[in-house]
């Protein structure tokens, strides 16, 4: 099950502990399904590398221990990437954009969706998002017509 | 393969007296003389535990103390009691960590500490099952310094092992502690290069291998529960704010 950066965030915010996106979550993490994309790591860890770059030295030290905290986190989940088997996973991407946009209107993602969705193609993973686009509705048909599969499942909050 | 290093070829160690009092009287004599030299590369680090510059610079000054004394350590493992020897240089290893945790304290810190030493351990687990192949004599001290250069894995290596050495001398001078966390912090995300290194050049290391999958589940827990106390909204806004919407944004 490849996470999406959006319920691996929210599995990180301090909420309600019923919160949908957090159970689902921490059920996958218990059963050992847990899995994430190297984008989802590139933009997790961007993000707290900018706190870390922004602050002044006590604003630093704290950024510096969640980033840390963070790595660690990330360190004890498989993380996926495009790049096996030659590069295959990129050329599956290519392919669910030209697919998307070839629809009539057209379907845009945003890159960061268009990869990770393309990462769990090629690894024969299930996308879990917590994504309500309306193109990520889209994404097993856009597969199917990019000749690959791509099962998603809906987490919501 | 890991490369033949004065690191990878001796014996893991944050504490050098506590190393070199498991030496022999003869051969503690014979290296009596690198105390100085570390002792200098400990204090420049001391003086400035977050400076990169610093610690690559006294890094690699303490290279040659420490490396004589790893090739004897070296000797000591190649002898005929090399479990004995193995297991010994572990527990002076595990004092290390107990040492530095009751310094450092906080449990994130701590938690830090115990993923760094849990992955030096491994990185010994794997050099030393390789020990028997290598020829110790032919690894000479040029050698050995032309490999470090080359290697990035081993030179993140060097700097995150001696950035954990400057945290323990902190420990046992018991000066400021926000500084041993620093060295804990910095020599995290050393090591954490040096996995990476070893990864791409097929050698995985894994930290917590002999974990069971309720150990492991109990570990992440405690990362996201720290992260949950402490990321503020506006970290939170900038993580959303870090989103890939565009490959050309």
């Not at chain 1, 950024?63 to 498989?78: C, N, T, V």
């Not at chain 2, 200098?40 to 003086?47: C, K, R, Y």
């Not at chain 2, 491994?122 to 050099?127: A, D, I, Q, S, W």
């Amino acid at each position: 099950m490849i996470l999406d950066t959006n319920l691996v965030s929210a599995y990180l915010k301090q909420g309600a502990a019923e919160d949908g996106r957090r159970v689902f979550v921490a059920r996958c993490l218990a059963d050992g399904s847990a899995c994430i994309s190297m984008v989802t790591k590139y933009e997790l860890e961007r993000g707290f590398q900018k706190v870390l770059y922004g602050g002044d030295d006590q604003a630093k030290r704290g950024a510096m221990k969640r980033l840390i905290e963070l790595k660690k986190f990330l360190e004890s989940l498989p993380v996926f990437g495009l790049d096996g088997r030659m590069g295959e996973g990129w050329d599956i991407a290519a392919r669910l954009w030209a697919a998307g946009r070839a629809c009539k209107p057209s379907v845009v993602f945003e890159e960061a969706d268009l990869l990770i969705a393309a990462t769990a193609a090629l690894h024969g993973k299930t996308l879990a998002t917590a994504e309500t686009k309306p193109a990520m509705r889209l994404l097993p048909e856009l597969a199917s017509r990019a000749r690959t599969t791509l099962r998603v499942e809906f987490v919501t909050a | 393969m890991i490369a033949a290093t004065p690191s990878t070829i001796g014996a893991p160690a944050l504490d050098v007296d506590r190393l070199l009092q498991r030496l022999p009287a003869d051969l503690r004599a014979q290296v009596k003389w690198t105390r100085k030299p570390i002792t200098d590369a400990l204090d420049a680090l001391l003086q400035s535990p977050g400076d990169p510059d610093v610690l690559e610079a006294a890094s690699r000054n303490a290279m040659k103390p420490i490396g004589a004394i790893m090739q004897l350590v070296a000797q000591l493992l190649a002898s005929p009691e090399f479990a004995v020897q193995r297991a010994s240089l572990m527990s002076n290893l595990e004092a290390d960590q107990r040492d530095l945790s009751a310094f450092v304290a906080d449990p994130g810190v701590v938690d830090t500490l115990d993923w760094c030493l849990s992955f030096i351990k491994g990185f010994y687990r794997e050099v030393w099952s390789h020990l028997q192949s290598v020829d110790l004599s032919a690894v000479s001290r040029d050698e050995v310094a032309r490999e470090v250069d080359e290697s990035a894995g081993a030179a993140a290596f060097r700097r995150g092992v001696f950035a954990l050495m400057a945290a323990s001398e902190a420990a046992r001078r018991r000066e400021c502690v926000d500084d041993a966390v620093t060295l804990v912090n910095v020599a995290f995300l050393e090591l954490e290069e040096c996995r990476h290194a070893f990864a791409h050049a097929g050698v995985v290391i894994l930290p917590f291998a002999d974990e069971t999958s309720e150990q492991r589940l109990h570990r992440m827990g405690s990362y996201v529960a720290r992260m949950r106390e402490s990321l503020t909204d506006s970290e939170f806004r900038e993580l959303d704010a870090a989103r890939l919407t565009s490959l050309r944004e």
